[in-house]
């Protein structure tokens, strides 16, 4: 079968530092994603991995192990603009398609 | 600035009705999708196109149908209109070996 699992909602304080957990099973796998969607807005691209290990982009880093069928968003200095819904989602291979799973809303307490 | 744009932001509609819902990009994509978000289930995928006048279904085709005859549009077709339809329905490009999509943002449908 094929499904993603993450939390449905997370609450961290300004400042700090937050790691949003995504699982999946998958019958193939051609990379993972994660995309930032703030209410009532489109979803933007934040990330992508396809070969295990930490990608860093400024404030927010992504990790992947595939044998383990698990990722990892890591949000820093967190800041109230943070305060949104974080989707992972998985491209099976030989698509462009993805599958995502239900989203991760991430409330930025001052 | 590239641009995904639905035509509409919120729409309602009356059961029974065909309802369109356009979708236009500016950025020469090749691939276009369409999916719809609900509460507790995500984002999935309804059609998707990797070109003008191709179609593919995805995995919750039934009750819609599409069309794509220029590449910068691409047209979700409700036949008949139910309640179930109710949801939010996004809109997204890509060119064929991109990473990552651009969205539009999305088109609030309500079916009384």
């Known amino acids: 079968g094929q499904n993603i699992d993450q939390p449905t909602e997370m609450t961290a304080t300004e400042g700090a530092i937050v790691q949003i957990n995504c699982t999946y099973q998958t019958s193939g796998f051609n990379g993972l994603f994660w995309y930032q969607q703030h209410a009532g807005e489109a979803p933007t691209f934040l990330s992508y991995n396809v070969l295990d290990g930490l990608e860093e982009k400024g404030r927010f880093s992504s990790f992947l192990s595939r044998s383990k069928g698990y990722s990892y968003l890591l949000l820093k200095e967190l800041q109230m603009k943070d305060s949104a819904s974080y989707l992972c989602a998985v491209r099976r291979a030989g698509t462009y398609k993805y599958i995502f799973g239900t989203g991760t809303r991430l409330k930025v307490l001052a | 600035d590239v641009k995904v744009t639905q035509s509409s932001r919120y729409l309602v509609k009356r059961t029974g009705e065909k309802v369109f819902l356009e979708c236009v990009q500016d950025?020469?994509?090749?691939?276009m999708f369409w999916y719809r978000q609900d509460p507790g289930l995500g984002l999935r995928l309804i059609y998707f196109?990797?070109?003008?006048?191709?179609?593919e279904k995805g995995d919750i085709p039934e009750g819609y149908s599409v069309s794509r005859e220029k590449k910068e549009r691409f047209s979700l077709i409700l036949e008949s209109a139910s309640t179930n339809q109710t949801s939010m329905y996004l809109c997204?490009?890509?060119?064929?070996?991109?990473?990552?999509?651009?969205f539009g943002s999305g088109t609030r449908l309500t079916v009384v």
């Open positions: 997204a490009s890509s060119f064929k070996g991109a990473r990552s999509y651009t």
């Open positions: 196109s990797y070109d003008v006048k191709m179609k």
């Open positions: 950025m020469d994509h090749e691939n």
